[in-house]
């Protein structure tokens, strides 16, 4: 139980292009998901909190207009990267939370030209 | 906001052996301590979960112990296996948002 999906698991694209990755949470409905961002060889760092039917929450010096994050079923959350740039290239994570517990996506890999 | 602090930031083990990551946090309210193995190139795993009502939890090889006045948590695994090997996060959570913070991970590794 509790699996996370996330597609694409990877994706190449040039600069300028916009970009959407997909969270599911695939046997349990997630009132709350999460986005995160993660560099080689350091730690998550939350973007946003989503939550099912209202705006996101960004973090403080996270683009909102940039990160696009739209929660429109409790399976659902997708995040769109808008006209990315090589500096966007990065692991994005999403989870999806049941009470306290968050569980994982496999991340998606993007890399920008 | 909550500050978590991990150590060490490297563990090599021998095959067998237990491996012990010990982690701080800063905020009081603080009241859920769950721990994350995340190998190359994936999302991480819950592994175990502890909350501030509880002062050790185990689960085979695997044990978390939470000592609240001290503002500590650790996680133990035991007879250590070369699968064992990865990124091991900790990260604390309070209140309504039920945000995770997360320490700056544990790259553990197990020599045959």
Known sequence: ??????????VICKSGTSVKIECRSLDFQATTMFWYRQFPKQSLMLMATSNE???????????????????ASLTLSTLTVTSAHPEDSSFYICSASSGDTQYFGPGTRLTVL | G????????????????????KCTYSDSASNYFPWYKQELGKGPQLIIDIRSNVGEKKDQRIAVTLNKTAKH??????????????????????GSARQLTFGSGTQLTVLP
């Open chain 2, 2 to 21: 909550e500050n978590v602090e991990q150590h060490p930031s490297t563990l090599s083990v021998q095959e067998g052996d237990s491996a012990v990551i």
């Open chain 1, 53 to 71: 039917g209202s705006k996101a929450t960004y973090e403080q010096g996270v683009e909102k207009d940039k990160f696009l994050i739209n929660h």
């Open chain 2, 73 to 94: 948590f650790s996680l133990h695994i035991t007879e250590t296996q070369p699968e064992d090997s990865a990124v091991y996060f900790c990260a604390a959570s309070g």
């Open chain 1, 1 to 10: 139980g509790a699996v996370v999906s996330q597609h694409p698991s990877w």
